[in-house]
């Protein structure tokens, strides 16, 4: 199931064909693995943070069985645009959380201060001009999902016409 929805995510378009992203499947231990970083990575931004914070932050990624960090590949040609390779990983994303929800999976796309953590970022082999735009948690939902009403469209929205 992950190999199908990975491969939905590799049909998102990307300028100049780069295909600037890069996932990272975390199952069993290489999840703790990834929660014992975050926790560190939490003690970094607030040194006297409790204990109790800490394993908070530990638990995050146990809170699926599958947790995918989506990097994104810093432009390797001049003419590759940065903020392109982002929106084409973000695409991946989007395609990957709608291949999910097609299998009735839950899913969701967490970002957070660790996103932003260089020793995050390394323990997952990311080089530091390479971003890590978040973490896709993966798994059955044990009870149905009630979407939230979302917001319309109307005042997001200019129409331009003559």
Same mark, same amino acid.
């Given at each position: 199931?992950?190999?199908?929805?990975?491969?939905?995510?590799?049909?998102?378009?990307?300028?100049?064909?780069?295909?600037?992203?890069?996932?990272? *499947?975390?199952?069993?231990?290489?999840?703790?693995?990834?929660?014992?970083?975050?926790?560190?990575?939490?003690?970094?931004?607030?040194? $006297?943070?409790?204990?109790?914070?800490?394993?908070?932050?530990?638990?995050?990624?146990?809170?699926?069985?599958? +947790?995918?960090? +989506?990097?994104?590949?810093?432009?390797?040609?001049?003419? *590759?645009?940065?903020?392109?390779? +982002?929106?084409?990983?973000?695409?991946? +994303?989007?395609?990957?959380?709608?291949?999910?929800?097609?299998?009735?999976? @839950?899913?969701?796309?967490?970002?957070?201060?660790?996103?932003?953590?260089?020793?995050?970022?390394?323990?997952? @082999?990311?080089?530091?001009?390479?971003?890590?735009?978040?973490?896709?948690?993966?798994?059955?939902?044990?009870?149905?999902?009630?979407?939230?009403?979302?917001?319309?469209?109307? $005042?997001?929205?200019?129409?331009?016409? $003559?």
């Amino acid at each position: 199931v992950i190999e199908k929805l990975l491969s939905a995510a590799a049909q998102a378009p990307s300028h100049h064909r780069v295909r600037p992203w890069r996932f990272y *499947v975390l199952q069993g231990k290489a999840r703790q693995r990834l929660g014992e970083v975050m926790a560190q990575s939490k003690k970094r931004e607030v040194p $006297d943070a409790p204990e109790a914070v800490l394993e908070v932050e530990r638990a995050k990624p146990l809170r699926a069985p599958v +947790v995918i960090a +989506v990097g994104v590949d810093a432009p390797q040609e001049a003419k *590759v645009i940065e903020i392109e390779n +982002v929106c084409a990983a973000a695409a991946a +994303v989007e395609n990957l959380l709608l291949a999910a929800q097609a299998l009735g999976m @839950g899913c969701f796309w967490r970002t957070g201060p660790a996103a932003y953590d260089p020793e995050v970022k390394s323990f997952l @082999g990311l080089a530091p001009e390479q971003h890590l735009i978040g973490f896709v948690y993966l798994g059955y939902p044990e009870a149905e999902h009630v979407l939230q009403e979302r917001p319309s469209f109307e $005042d997001r929205t200019i129409w331009m016409d $003559d």
